[in-house]
C-alpha cells in the first residue's frame, strides 16, 4: 500500500513504523500507572485516551497506510455520524469500566482467587487476557451466526475504510455487551482496581491504534497483539478473510482457538465493508434499530400461517 510519506526521510519512516505503537501503548499505559488514583479514575481513562486519538490523528497525516482514507467519500455526515456513537459507545464502556473498578474486589466470592500477589505487569497482562475470553466468543458469535448478533454489530464494519473513529463505532448494544463481558467476570475473580483501570486504559487505547490508518510495521510483536496489521484483515470484505482476528487486544484466544489470520500482504484499499449481498440503512438511528426491527420482521414472517392452510379458509 502506497503512502504520502515521501516528505519524510527514510530512515524517520522505518523509525516511526516500527516504534509508534510500543511508544504510544507503553506511554499511555505508563501515564496510566504513574497517575491513577481512586479520586480520579472517571476522568483519567478518556483523558488517555483522546490524548492517544489525538496523536495517531496526527500520525495518520504524516504516515498513512492507505492515503484516500484520510479523505473517503461522505466525510460529513460520516463524522457526525461516528461523533454520536463515539460518545454513546464510549461513555457506555468508560462506565461500565468505572463500575467495574468501583467493585472489584468486594464479592464475598472473588477472594484469594485473583493472583494479587504476582506483579503488577503480569497481573495486568493477565486481566487483558482472560478480560477478552468472552468478549472473544460474543464477537465470533456475532460474524459466523450471521444472525441478530451480526445485525448489531454490522455497523462497526460498514465504513469502507479505517481510521481513528471507527474504533467507537459500535452500536450501543455492543459496546456494553462486550464491556461487561469484559470487566464482569474480572471484577467477579477478585482483580484489583489498579489493574482493572491500567488494563482498562490499554484495552482502549489499542482499539484507537488498531483502527488507526497509520502504517504501523510492528514485526514480531504481530505475534502477541492483534494491532491494524491484523485487524484490517478482520475488516475485510471478504468473510474468508473477515471471519478470524476476533481477540481484541493481545492474540492469545485467536491463537488457541485457530483463527488468527495474516496473510502477510496489506488490505486492498477497496478492500474493507461489509461483504456483498450484506447491507444497512444509512441513517443512524435506522442502524441502531435496524437489529430489532428485523427481529420482529422475521417474528412476523413466522407467525404467517402456511400458505395451503390460508387459501382453505372461508373467505
Ligand atoms: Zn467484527
Ligand atoms: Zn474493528
Known amino acids: 500500500m502506497s503512502s ?4 519524510l526521510c527514510p530512515c524517520l519512516v522505518a523509525g516511526l513504523q516500527r516504534l509508534s505503537f510500543p511508544f504510544l501503548f507503553g506511554g499511555a499505559g505508563s501515564a496510566a500507572a504513574g497517575a491513577y488514583t481512586p479520586a480520579n479514575s472517571g476522568w483519567l481513562m478518556p483523558l488517555v485516551v483522546v490524548a492517544v486519538g489525538l496523536l495517531t490523528y496526527a500520525l495518520e497525516r504524516l504516515l498513512p497506510y492507505a492515503p484516500a482514507w484520510n479523505n473517503g467519500t461522505g466525510t460529513r455526515s460520516d463524522a457526525g455520524h461516528l461523533a454520536a456513537t463515539a460518545v454513546f459507545a464510549h461513555l457506555g464502556e468508560s462506565l461500565a469500566w468505572s463500575a467495574a473498578v468501583a467493585i472489584a474486589g468486594t464479592l464475598p466470592f472473588s477472594q484469594g482467587v485473583w493472583p494479587r500477589d504476582w506483579p503488577l505487569p503480569a497481573q495486568i497482562v493477565l486481566a487483558l487476557a482472560v478480560g477478552d475470553f ?10 459466523e451466526t ?3 448478533l451480526w445485525r448489531v454489530h454490522a455497523i462497526h464494519h460498514a465504513p469502507e475504510r479505517l481510521y481513528t473513529l471507527n474504533f467507537a463505532r459500535f452500536h450501543p448494544l455492543n459496546a456494553a455487551l462486550t464491556a461487561g463481558l469484559t470487566l464482569l467476570p474480572l471484577a467477579a475473580l477478585g482483580a ?10 490499554l484495552h482502549n487505547v489499542h482499539g484507537v ?5 497509520v502504517d504501523f510495521r510492528l514485526g514480531p510483536l504481530n505475534a502477541v497483539f492483534s494491532m491494524a496489521e491484523l485487524h484490517r484483515w478482520h475488516h475485510a470484505r471478504d468473510p474468508r478473510l473477515a471471519n478470524g ?18 496473510p502477510g500482504r496489506g488490505v486492498a484499499r477497496d478492500g474493507v465493508g461489509l461483504w456483498h449481498g450484506s447491507a444497512l440503512p444509512p441513517r443512524l438511528l435506522q442502524q441502531w434499530i ?25 373467505a
Not at 504520502?4 to 516528505?7: A, D, E, H, I, V
Not at 468472552?134 to 460474524?143: K, Q
Not at 491504534?209 to 490508518?213: E, F, G, M, R, V
Not at 482476528?245 to 495474516?262: E, G, K, P, Q
Open 245 to 262: 482476528n476476533y481477540s481484541a487486544t493481545l492474540t492469545v484466544w485467536d491463537w488457541l482457538f485457530r483463527t488468527r489470520r495474516n
Open 192 to 201: 484489583g482496581p489498579f489493574v482493572l483501570f491500567v488494563a482498562g486504559v
Open 209 to 213: 491504534l488498531s483502527h488507526a490508518n
Open 134 to 143: 468472552l468478549p472473544y466468543l460474543y464477537h465470533r458469535a456475532s460474524h
Open 4 to 7: 504520502g510519506r515521501s516528505r
Open 146 to 148: 450471521q444472525g441478530f
Open 290 to 314: 435496524y437489529p430489532f426491527a428485523q427481529l420482529r420482521l422475521r417474528r412476523a414472517q413466522h407467525r404467517r400461517p402456511p400458505r395451503r392452510w390460508r387459501c382453505c379458509q372461508p
